[in-house]
């Protein structure tokens, strides 16, 4: 089995270093980068399964190194913010990162994120090519990770298409946020996480409305929501 590659890219050099040795104890093939805009360009190259990106860098910052890859690739990323540091966690959310962990963190920490992120992204199975989700204008095939509004292509990244695909296996039913987090982002909600409101606000932008102009997503305030069955 082809092990899968990990990007990092932290100005740390010990801390990349000590992440480096922990992943490629647990299975990962990785290799540092020390500053933004290498990172950037060695994330374009199509080479990796998954990027480790740190926010506060040199040269460019890991917000303008997120926004450098996703205007080109939808490549799974990590966002390494600092601890309570709520703004860049939120905008890292909002321009595409599929999680985020707090600095500082613990090696298992990370590997199990990068772990659920990497399971959701390779979960189609055997038998499952044609398996189509259908919802009004909505059609997603979680086999080819591909989304369609009306017959046009969506583009999300890992994490909202999961996200949607839950709300998908369960439209017209009100899924909670805490479902929601366990289900589309491989972990429990924390107090106060307020990640699964960003993905649904970024995936709202991206999906078109339905014929009475409302959005197909809807929020049941305290709970969670609803991909409304039309």
């Known amino acids: ?28 093939e990785t290799r540092a980068v020390y500053d933004g805009k290498a990172g950037a360009e060695e994330a374009l190259t199509g080479a990796y399964d998954m990027a480790v990106l740190d926010v506060m860098m040199p040269r460019l910052n890991g ?18 913010t600092a601890k309570g540091d709520d703004v860049d966690r939120i905008v890292g959310l909002e321009l595409g990162a599929d999680d985020y962990v707090p600095k ?19 979960s189609a199975g055997p038998g499952e090519e044609a398996e189509c989700h259908c919802v009004g204008p909505l059609s997603l095939w979680p086999s080819r990770r591909h989304a369609e509004w009306a017959g046009h292509p969506v583009e999300l990244t890992s994490t909202e298409f999961n996200l949607l695909e839950v709300l998908a296996r369960n439209a017209g039913r009100v899924v909670t946020k805490a479902e929601l987090s366990e289900a589309g982002l491989g972990r429990r909600l924390a107090r106060f996480d307020r990640s699964v409101d960003v993905h649904m606000s970024s995936i709202r932008h991206k999906l078109g409305t339905l014929p009475d102009g409302r959005s197909c997503i809807h929020t049941v305030r305290g709970i969670g929501y609803q991909l409304i069955r039309e």
């Open 104 to 122: 500082p963190c613990t090696p298992r920490e990370l590997v199990a994120r990068i772990r659920a992120i990497l399971r959701r992204v390779q």
């Open 1 to 28: 089995m082809t092990m899968p590659k990990i990007l990092l890219i932290d100005d740390d050099v010990v801390l990349a270093g000590m992440l480096s040795e922990y992943l490629e104890r647990e299975g990962f």
């Open 63 to 80: 917000i303008e190194v997120l926004r450098a890859i996703r205007a080109q690739s939808r490549m799974p990323v990590v966002m390494l």
